[in-house]
């Protein structure tokens, strides 16, 4: 098997939240490298059963072959976020014990140069999750309009002067230099200066929108807490403040909070706690564990537990 340098990020903490326990059912919506999972499903022997999905072919095949010692346990399946209902359905689980989603990119996508997700890397522009379906980054940088783009990098990528990268790298694209990866971190990096590789933000946000990555991410928040059990634990890892926005508003509201106007003398929203949140704020991962992984670093987690009906 391929090894890839993969450590799953504040796994500790999602095995305490999660308590995995025979008997149980799970749901890993980013299965990944299987790395999540596999502790998943050694902490839920001998009859714990996993649903892994990823919306990654190449993942899945990484994530089968690590998790074949657990046999019928283990369920992987090729989907996404808002595919959620149907592969439950499909796998005969409506309800589960523990939900994870660890959002975001995965060692292998970055490592493989063919896929275009590595600033360091030469690889075409490409950036699929899955590369059955959707436009790539060239064909979608080809059909954006440059206002578009400015914004959807200020969005997703917190990128400082977003018009000005939007006009280089449309610019560049039509001059035919923009021929890969690396010329597009060349782009990204113009001007910029800093800790991170410069162009680190903009090859984000860019694959946040090859990948529609917000709207998928909504999709899996509005369909909680339904998949999960009475009792049932959800764990979001998030790596950009955008995504984990989401994850806080949408907790919030589910642990009832009030959306009526502030001068209503009473709650006429109809807002009722379904769930309860276990951290008031996201947690951090330790700085020994952002020292041994640095991808670890801009991780944050929300976890949430579904209340009785
Ligand atoms: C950070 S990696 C997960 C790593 C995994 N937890 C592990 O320990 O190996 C994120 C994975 O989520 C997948 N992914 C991202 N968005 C997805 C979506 N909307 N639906 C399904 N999979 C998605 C990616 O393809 C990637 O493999």
Redesign the pocket.
């Known amino acids: 098997m391929q090894q890839v340098e ?1 450590q ?1 990020v504040m796994l500790e903490q999602v095995l305490s939240i999660l308590q995995p326990r025979s008997r149980g059912q799970y749901l ?10 596999e502790s998943i499903l050694e902490r839920s022997s001998p009859r714990g059963r996993l649903l892994g ?4 072919a190449a ?1 899945l095949d990484y994530a089968r072959r690590r998790l074949r010692r657990f046999g019928e346990r283990a369920r992987l399946v090729q ?4 595919e959620l209902e149907e592969h439950l359905r499909a796998a005969g689980m409506d309800r589960v014990d523990g939900l994870l989603a ?5 060692s ?2 970055l490592q493989d140069a063919s896929r275009g997700f590595s600033l360091q890397l030469d690889g075409p522009l490409d950036m699929r ?1 899955d590369q059955r379906q959707g436009r790539s980054l060239e064909q979608l940088l080809r059909g954006i309009d440059g206002e578009e783009l400015a914004r959807l990098l200020g969005e997703y990528g917190d990128v400082r002067q977003p018009r000005r990268v939007s006009r280089r790298i449309l610019e560049e694209l039509a001059a035919g230099r923009l021929r890969g990866t690396l010329d597009l971190a060349r782009v990204g990096a113009e001007g910029r200066a800093g800790r991170l590789h410069p162009a680190t933000r903009v090859f984000q946000a860019l694959r946040m929108l090859v ?1 529609q ?1 917000l709207e ?1 991410l909504r999709a899996l928040l509005q369909a909680l807490p339904e998949p999960l059990r009475p009792g049932g634990r959800a764990v979001i890892i998030s790596f950009h403040s955008a995504e984990d926005r989401l994850v806080k508003n949408r907790f919030a509201d589910l642990a009832g909070r009030c959306r009526c106007p502030p001068h209503l003398p009473e709650c006429r929203c109809g807002a009722r706690a379904r769930v309860r949140l276990l951290n008031r704020r996201a947690r951090r991962p330790s700085p020994a564990e952002v020292a041994a992984n640095p991808r670890a670093r801009s991780a944050r987690l929300r976890a949430l537990e579904r209340l009785a009906a």
């Open positions: 993969h799953p890993d919506l980013t299965v990944g490298l299987g790395g999540h999972a999905i990823d919306r990654d993942a989907g996404r976020f808002s660890d959002l975001g990119v995965s292998l996508q999750m990948n990555e998928e």
